[in-house]
């Protein structure tokens, strides 16, 4: 079973949890770790793992514009949009990753979509949310630097 949850919106963007629940408690299955081979590769400039083992997520927009998780390197102030990871912890019944998404959706439904196929893991969901995002995002205040 795979859920999204814990939206929270930001001045310029906005994070969720990714939630899979897995049936057998001895599962050693966590998506961290295609992610980090798949990271890995990158930075040594070797080939990614193939496919079936990679652990993919879609967030399309009402616009028809969409981010992707790649298992590279964001760069800060980059023009796009974005899909970054931001945590996550796994292995056994529950795996999360907490994500952060740049910039706002636009009004209108966000679609998931997520594969893993090592997992057996093919997930759709479509949450009509953009609006809310966005009016969320209008009450937050930014605090400054802490440094």
């Known amino acids: 079973m795979v859920g999204v949850t814990a939206f929270i919106a930001y001045h310029k963007g906005f994070a969720f949890t990714l939630t899979m629940l897995f049936a ?23 080939d990614s793992p193939l496919s079936g083992e990679q652990f993919h997520i879609v967030l399309t927009f009402s616009d028809g514009s969409s981010v992707e998780s790649s298992g590279g390197f964001v760069l800060e102030d980059q023009p796009d949009a974005s899909l970054t990871l931001l945590d996550g912890s796994g292995g056994g019944v529950v795996s999360q990753l907490r994500w952060y998404v740049e910039p706002l959706p636009p009004p209108g439904p966000i679609s998931f979509l997520c594969e ?9 969901y479509e949450v009509a949310l953009g609006t809310e995002l966005q009016d969320a995002a209008k009450e937050s205040k930014y605090l400054g630097s802490t440094t």
Request: hydrophobic share 40%; glycine share 4%; proline share 12%.
């Open 116 to 124: 893993w196929p090592m997992a057996k893991i093919a997930f759709r």
């Open 24 to 46: 057998d408690p001895q599962n050693r299955l966590t998506p961290l770790h295609p992610i980090q081979r798949v990271t890995m590769a990158q930075v040594r400039g070797e």
